[in-house]
Nanobody, 114 residues
Framework: QVQLVESGGGLVQPGGSLRLSCAAS????????MDWYRQAPGKQRELVAS???????SYADSVKGRFTISRDNAKNMVYLQMNSLKPEDTAVYYC????????WGQGTQVTVSS
């Protein structure tokens, strides 16, 4: 069993920054690949960024150069640093992993608006 809890969302002006955090339970965190997804109103959930257990990262084209995913295995945490935020980044952001089956957090709302 893996439990994921996101935090750090909020309201930010265009051009601003936010750092999302995802706390994971369980002793197997260090072997898990971790993902951040987002879902905007009326749109499908989309993969934003991934980090492997070796620290390798990948990003959606829409966030490359602006978002950075990182992890701290000692704390069972994964982060998403979001810079130069745009209104189109407004969405609920979810932390996700897979171990025998997918696990999702409850999501955290990010709103980018002036």
């Amino acid at each position: 069993q893996v439990q994921l809890v996101e935090s750090g969302g909020g309201l930010v002006q265009p051009g601003g920054s936010l750092r999302l955090s995802c706390a994971a339970s369980g002793s197997i965190f260090s072997i898990l690949a971790m993902d951040w997804y987002r879902q905007a109103p009326g749109k499908q959930r989309e993969l934003v960024a991934s980090i492997g257990r070796d620290g390798s990262t990948s990003y959606a084209d829409s966030v490359k150069g602006r978002f950075t995913i990182s992890r701290d295995n000692a704390k069972n945490m994964v982060y998403l640093q979001m810079n130069s935020l745009k209104p189109e980044d407004t969405a609920v952001y979810y932390c996700r992993t897979f171990f025998l089956r997918p696990y999702w957090g409850q999501g955290t709302q990010v709103t980018v608006s002036s």
